[in-house]
């Protein structure tokens, strides 16, 4: 069975300080793992995934994750944050084989000027 | 980009009556899913579907959910009496195998669903 750990429901940052939102998963299989992005009342878009080729995955809007096997986790980062930002993040793990997907409880971003 | 729709964006029904939430997939990719979120919670798989079948549903997907693929297109979850527990947004997605393992799922906007 998979689960999913986001340690923090809230992050509060200053723009231009960097991002750091935590994820730590547990799998019996060697997981896929994700990140997505929901803004106020739109739908799931990705940010970056993990597929075993690097461990360090860069996505969009210059966040990146880095895979620790070791640790369980997939933290995700972005050095310098901006108020486009602020959003609900969400981590999620799924099997190798890529069905369904299960998320993590989401941190909220918020973003101070 | 070719991107997941979903129809409606908001669908308010009486508790007991039958909706249907329609997707429409990327068109070349082979595998549906939908899930659902509830206000304030996370987001919870529901069901997964390929090749005309369900190939996986969670403990949620009961007697009241059933899925359709009714044409070459769309993809149509139908809840059959609707309880007030199934307000939620809805969340249709799909993807397909990109040459390796690992299969990236694209979501749609979701549908907002308000039993009454």
């Known amino acids: 069975a998979q689960s999913v750990t986001q340690l923090d429901s809230h992050v509060s940052v200053s723009e231009g300080t960097p991002v750091l939102l935590r994820c730590n998963y547990s799998s019996s299989y060697s997981p896929s793992l994700f990140w997505y992005v929901q803004h106020p009342n739109k739908g799931l878009q990705l940010l970056l995934k993990y597929t075993s080729a690097a461990t360090l995955v860069k996505g969009i809007n210059g966040f990146e994750a880095e895979f620790k096997k070791s640790e369980t986790s997939f933290h995700l980062t972005k050095p310098s944050a901006h108020m486009s930002d602020a959003a609900e993040y969400f981590c999620?793990?799924?099997?190798?084989?890529?069905?369904?997907?299960?998320f993590g409880p989401g941190t909220r971003l918020s973003v101070l000027p | 980009e070719p991107e997941v729709t979903q129809t409606p964006s908001h669908q308010v029904t009486q508790m007991g009556q039958e909706v249907i939430l329609r997707c429409v997939p990327i068109?070349?990719?082979?595998?549906f899913y939908w899930y659902r979120q509830i206000l304030g919670q996370k987001v919870e798989f529901l069901v997964s579907f390929y090749n005309n079948e369900i190939s996986e549903k969670s403990e949620i997907f009961d007697d009241q959910f059933s899925v359709e693929r009714p044409d070459g297109s769309n993809f149509t979850l139908k809840i059959r009496s609707t309880k007030l527990e199934d307000s939620a947004m809805y969340f249709c997605a799909s993807s397909d195998r990109d040459g390796g393992p690992i299969y990236e799922q694209y979501f749609g906007p979701g549908t907002r669903l308000t039993v009454t």
């Open positions: 068109s070349n990719h082979l595998y």
């Open positions: 999620v793990v799924s099997p190798t084989d890529g069905q369904n997907f299960v």
